[in-house]
T-cell receptor, first 113, second 112 residues
């Protein structure tokens, strides 16, 4: 029973490139959440998705960031034209329903050089 | 708005010492409260939770009681082990139920 799978674990991008982070939720989970953790900070909510729908994107920066959770395949967090300030750990979590606790993945550590 | 405040770390203890990590919150109504633990290089794991006032969450020797009078959810353990060394995060669920609001985390270091 695999947990929440995120890949890649580490991603290095040059300024101006695109970063694509993937998240496969636990089997049977249809709720996916993305969080960002800056150095020495707690996790900050970015977006909550269900299959093919964005439910709450109140934590997403207005520009360059987008997320999707298609009918088939993993959820994708996409960051266009990355800047140094995007360097962080990005965590995905999934749940069976919105009422239950999350299961987090091990994260993708993005470094922008 | 919603917010969570945790005591700043690092907290350094000897094995078998008593642990308290303070957590207070600001929120509308009575949100569900959580403690998560993060080991180096890993994601967060749910440690315990409480969904209403006076509930006590417990797991692996850790406990926390939901105190609405003091808007607090302090984490305690009677006897810590070296393996408890990690970062501990207090969190609340927002009113819409769509997100968790986390504190900044408290690093615990236990030495033998």
């Amino acid at each position: 029973n695999a947990g929440v799978m995120q890949n890649p674990r580490h991603l290095v991008r040059r300024r101006g490139q695109e970063a694509r982070l993937r998240c496969s939720p636990m089997k049977g989970h249809s709720h996916v959440y993305w969080y960002r953790q800056l150095p020495e900070e707690g996790l900050k909510f970015m977006v909550y998705l269900q299959k093919e729908n964005i439910i709450d994107e109140s934590g997403m920066p207005k520009e360059r960031f987008s997320a999707e959770f298609p009918k088939e395949g993993p959820s994708i967090l996409r960051i266009q034209q990355v800047v140094r300030g995007d360097s962080a750990a990005y965590f995905c979590a999934s749940s069976l329903t919105n009422e239950l606790g999350y299961t987090f993945g091990s994260g993708t550590r993005l470094t922008v050089v | 708005g919603n917010s969570v405040t945790q005591m700043e770390g690092p907290v350094t203890l000897s094995e078998e010492a008593f642990l308290t990590i303070n957590c207070t919150y600001t929120a509308t109504g009575y949100p569900s409260l959580f403690w998560y633990v993060q080991y180096p290089g890993e994601g967060l794991q749910l440690l315990l939770k409480a969904t209403k006032a006076d509930d006590k969450g417990s797991n692996k020797g850790f406990e926390a009681t939901y105190r609405k009078e003091t808007t607090s959810f302090h984490l305690e353990k009677g006897s810590v082990q070296v393996s408890d060394s990690a970062v501990y995060f207090c969190a609340l669920r927002n009113q819409a139920g769509t997100a968790l609001i986390f504190g900044k985390g408290t690093t615990l270091s236990v030495s033998s």
